[in-house]
Structure formats: C-alpha cells, structure tokens
C-alpha cells in the first residue's frame, strides 16, 4: 500500500534548528494530507503540522511561528523545518498521510504512519 520513510532526527540544543523529512512510496495515485505528529513519553500523539493537497496547512499552538511544514507532490514528501527548539519539543516524530492508493480494499484511501524518528532537545 503506502510506505513512509522518516529521516532528520537527532540531538539539538535549545534555540537550535532540525529538519524532517518524509518520501511515500508504494501504490499511490495521489496523497491528500500528509504531515508530521509526535508523542512525547507518557504523552498522547499528537499533531504537529500538516498539510492538504490544496497546500492548506495547519499547526500546533505551541510550534507556530517556530516550525514550517512543505511538501513536494511530484517527489511525494514533506518537509519540518523546526526553528528555535524548545526542550518540550523532546519527542518521537511519526510522519503520517492519507494517500488514496490501491491496496487490500482495491483502489480507496489509506491511513499510514511512518516508524518514527526521535528528536531531543537539551537545555
């Protein structure tokens, strides 16, 4: 169906930058929202960014003005670039996408999750 692989992760300082990146593959006709979520331990996921295939986006209170989501249609990815880290920003990043695609229930529209990727913010 739908594979997302995540890259970009890693050990920043606070006030420091990182950059995500997320490529689908598999049998996609097209991708209609395509984002970013994290889950912070002993936390719910939740969301991040995302962004529609009419390049709506939206985003957390708590990442506005701090993180800038894009994607790419032809290359099939999206993009966080996260600006001013914060320590509570410390999670795992799950990228994520509704893409309709053919799978096991023919031609329709599929939920996937990429594996996830950690970021850590020191202060």
């Known amino acids: 169906q739908v594979q997302l692989v995540e890259s970009g992760g890693g050990l920043v300082q606070a006030g420091g930058s990182l950059r995500l990146s997320c490529v689908a593959s598999g049998s996609i006709l097209w991708i209609n929202d395509i984002g970013w979520y994290r889950q912070a331990p002993g936390k719910q996921r939740e969301l991040v960014a995302i962004?529609?295939?009419?390049?709506?986006?939206n985003y957390a209170d708590s990442v506005k003005g701090r993180f800038t989501i894009s994607r790419d249609n032809a290359k099939r990815s999206v993009l966080l670039q996260m600006n001013s880290l914060k320590p509570e920003d410390t999670a795992v990043y799950y990228c994520?996408?509704?893409?309709?695609?053919?799978?096991?229930?023919?031609?329709?529209?599929?939920?996937?999750w990429g594996q996830g990727t950690q970021v850590t913010v020191s202060s």
């Open positions: 994520y996408c509704n893409a309709r695609a053919f799978g096991r229930r023919g031609v329709d529209s599929y939920d996937s």
């Open positions: 962004t529609t295939r009419g390049g709506l986006t």
